[in-house]
Structure formats: C-alpha cells, structure tokens
C-alpha cells in the first residue's frame, strides 16, 4: 500500500547542446563549421579545440615537445589529446583536421636505457615520459646531471634495482606534485636505503621550477592522512606552497616544467 505501477518512465533532462557556433574559428579551423553542423560537439572536444585556437593565434615558431605538454597547456589535462588521437578531431582522411604537426608535438618512445648528457655525479630519476624527454633535449652537458632515467610511476623500485648494479654518485628525482607522486618518491627513497644506493633526494630547482610556473588543476584524493610526511620528502622552500594546493584538492602534473619552460633556464643544477 499504496498500489505500485508495473513500470515506469524516467524522462531524461534535456541538455543544452555544446555550441561552437558563437566562435570566430582560425583559418586553419575552419571546417570546424561544417562538423558542428554535421554533428554536435561533445564537452572536451570543444575544449581542445578552443585550446588550439589560442595556439595558433599565438603561434611564432613553437618548438615541437611531448604531446603530454601540449595537451596540459590546451586543455588543462596532460591525457585528455590522446583520448581523441583516434576520434574525429584527427581523421587522417583528410587535411581538413588536427594533426600532431599541426599542434607541433610528437609522441615520445619509450627509452630503453638512460640517456647520458655528460659527466655530472648526478643521476636524476623523472616520473613521466613527457618530462624525462625534455629534459633529456635541454640538460646542459657541463652540469651536475650526467644521465637521465625514466621512473616508470610505481615502477621506480624497479629502477632503482637496476641502477644498483652500478650506483651512481649522486640521485635526484623529480615527479608529479600529487598524493601519488609523492608517495611514489618516498617509497623510492626507502628503496634506494635498502639497496645501499645514495639517498634519493629531490630535484628542488625542478620542483620550485613547477610550483612557479604550474596551474593546479582537480586532484582525486581529497582526504589525505599522511600530508605531514609526504611533504616533509620536498626542499623546505615549497612545502609550504605545496601543502596548501593538496589541503585544497588540487594538484600539479609535472609536463607544466615542459620543454619551452626548460629552454629559458638555467639547468645547471637541478
């Protein structure tokens, strides 16, 4: 009691369409008209496409870097590009579409062995691929960093085992400033303890580097237990800094310190 119904309709909410139709497209854009009509534009294609939009409208001779760096600065997100390499916004059928070239970025192969940049003690351990490759182009030759190591995420134990072998002078690391960054890094560090390597210190001119120039976008965890100690693994200068964009529930993906960032600084020490 009361009587049920046998079945019943939920009516879905209408949603207002995404609209492109408002923007006055670039040159190189233009048939973005003609894709709208044919069919509606989802959220995050929009975004993208509004990104490159400013791209080229401030376009003078970019160099060519990771995609991971060119989806983080069009889009806020250093995945959200390739989610839609595949889809209609790059359909190589046709000129009339976005391209890697056009965006002027690449995708990075993954490396094999550590890249060697010179005779420094230093051997620096960096999360992502995006990041490692930049800075393997730009670390100067006469600087503390002699090579450069890809950290593979939570593979770094894995890493770190395979530098025991011959243990370097000296290690740095540099990552993703988020919950799992951090923890990554200070798991490594008690890694490299037990395996009698140097301590894993962090690249403090690389993270000052990203807390300066980095746009803190949504992070997941939102309660976080141990900040006290994950911070504490960080140089002393951008603790403070760090903490309060975690307390916020934000994060800062390690691509912000791109290649174009890496070219107008010193690298000298990292």
């Known amino acids: 009691m009361p009587p049920l119904p046998s079945w019943v309709t939920r009516v879905a909410t209408a949603r207002p ?15 973005v008209y003609r894709l709208e009509r044919e069919r509606r534009l989802t959220a995050n294609q929009l975004i993208l496409l509004r990104g490159v939009q400013e791209f080229l409208r401030n376009d003078a001779a970019r160099l060519g870097v990771p995609a991971q760096e060119r989806s983080l ?23 009339e579409r976005l391209s890697l070239g056009l965006l ?9 062995l550590p890249h060697e940049v010179g005779a420094g003690p230093v051997t620096l351990i960096v999360e ?15 600087g503390e960093v002699g090579r450069v190591v890809l950290g593979r995420g939570n593979d770094l134990g894995s890493v770190l085992t395979g530098l025991a072998a011959v243990p370097p002078c000296e290690l740095r690391y540099f990552g993703d400033l988020d919950v799992e960054g951090l923890r990554i890094a200070r798991r490594g560090a008690a890694s490299a303890a037990v395996l009698g390597l140097p301590e894993l210190r962090p690249a403090a001119r690389l993270y000052a580097l990203l807390v300066e120039h980095g746009h803190p976008q949504p992070a997941k965890a939102r309660t976080i237990a141990d900040l006290p100690a994950l911070v504490a693994w960080l140089p002393e200068s951008v603790r403070g800094s760090v903490g309060s964009t ?23 020490k990292v």
């Open 73 to 95: 600065e069009l889009t806020g997100d250093e995945k959200l590009l390739f989610t839609m390499l595949n889809g209609r916004l790059f359909d190589c059928s046709t000129e």
């Open 246 to 268: 975690f307390a916020a529930g934000r994060r800062l993906a390690q691509e912000w310190v791109g290649r174009e960032l890496l070219r107008t600084v010193d690298l000298a």
């Open 104 to 112: 002027r970025s690449r995708i990075v192969p993954t490396p094999q």
């Open 17 to 31: 369409p995404v609209s492109a139709s408002k923007v006055v497209w670039h040159a190189k854009l233009s048939w």
């Open 128 to 142: 992502n691929i995006a990041t490692y490759d930049s800075l393997a182009c730009e670390l100067p030759p006469d």
